[in-house]
């Protein structure tokens, strides 16, 4: 029983760190990409893809 409150403790100080750490970059990521698509509408850049129709 202490072995897998172990094993617990231990995944749970790695996985939550790295949620966060995943999370942020998300985020970071659709942050970046509302300034470039502001940046292409105020300089009137129309670009085309098949992604983002």
């Known amino acids: 029983m202490k072995l897998a409150a172990e094993i ?4 749970v100080v790695f996985a939550i ?6 999370v942020v970059f998300v ?3 659709i942050k970046d990409g509302e300034e470039d698509r502001a ?3 105020r300089l009137g850049i129309r670009r085309r893809t098949r992604l983002g129709r």
Do not use: E, I
């Not at 617990?8 to 995944?11: A, D, T």
């Not at 760190?17 to 995943?22: E, K, S, T």
């Open 8 to 11: 617990l403790v231990v995944v």
């Open 39 to 41: 940046v292409q509408r």
């Open 17 to 22: 760190p790295l949620a966060v750490v995943f």
């Open 27 to 29: 985020w970071g990521a």
